[in-house]
């Protein structure tokens, strides 16, 4: 509970001075006049875990792990990051509607959708690391296909894709 207010509340202070205000920052622009799109880093927050699995292990936690899944991908660990983010979502939207949290379907959490619906303040970048190569078959497939249940399942939120393109084979 604690880690959750200290994140809302960092959260807000970046919001409330602007974002992230510096030259080196992509503020980008709108898509167009008719459907402009949130300036990264000034409408936007990124929410991310580790990169890796040292999740917790209480109790507590352990609860809302989902044995349904498999263990070896972490996808079981979906609904437990997926409803932090919706927690933290939810609260800011009280504070700051017009405002999103951005984080990646990642590892486990590209593995296994939420067992519930994700806050519509919520984007979802979906980590596509099999077009690195065409050799990544069937990991290319699987994960074409992981990306259009992600996007059906949450067809109005805003969506992206990250793409590994620094780590060429």
Same mark, same amino acid.
């Given at each position: 509970e604690g !880690?959750?207010? +200290?994140?809302?509340? @960092?959260? #807000? %202070?970046? !919001? @409330?001075?602007?974002?992230?205000t510096? #030259? *080196?920052?992509? +503020?980008? /622009? $709108?898509? /167009?006049?008719?459907? $402009?799109a949130p300036s990264w880093g000034k409408d936007v927050y990124c929410l991310e875990p580790m990169d890796n699995g040292a999740f917790c292990e209480c109790a507590e936690c352990m609860k809302q792990y989902r044995p349904d899944l498999p263990k070896e991908l972490s996808a079981a660990k979906s609904d437990y990051w997926f409803g932090f983010v919706n927690k933290v979502a939810r609260e800011i939207k009280k504070s700051? $509607? @017009?405002? =999103?949290i951005s984080? =990646? %379907? *990642?590892?486990g959490g590209r593995e296994g959708l939420p067992s519930f619906k994700i806050e519509d303040n919520v984007v979802v970048h979906f980590c596509w690391d099999a077009n690195r190569g065409p050799n990544r078959e069937p990991l290319m497939t699987r994960q074409m296909n992981l990306m259009r249940a992600w996007r059906k399942a949450y067809p109005k939120n805003p969506f992206g894709v990250w793409l590994y393109n620094g780590f060429p084979h």
């Amino acid at each position: 509970e604690g !880690f959750f207010r +200290q994140t809302v509340e @960092d959260i #807000r %202070a970046y !919001f @409330d001075v602007g974002g992230y205000t510096n #030259r *080196y920052t992509n +503020q980008g /622009s $709108p898509c /167009s006049v008719k459907n $402009p799109a949130p300036s990264w880093g000034k409408d936007v927050y990124c929410l991310e875990p580790m990169d890796n699995g040292a999740f917790c292990e209480c109790a507590e936690c352990m609860k809302q792990y989902r044995p349904d899944l498999p263990k070896e991908l972490s996808a079981a660990k979906s609904d437990y990051w997926f409803g932090f983010v919706n927690k933290v979502a939810r609260e800011i939207k009280k504070s700051h $509607p @017009d405002k =999103l949290i951005s984080t =990646l %379907a *990642y590892g486990g959490g590209r593995e296994g959708l939420p067992s519930f619906k994700i806050e519509d303040n919520v984007v979802v970048h979906f980590c596509w690391d099999a077009n690195r190569g065409p050799n990544r078959e069937p990991l290319m497939t699987r994960q074409m296909n992981l990306m259009r249940a992600w996007r059906k399942a949450y067809p109005k939120n805003p969506f992206g894709v990250w793409l590994y393109n620094g780590f060429p084979h």
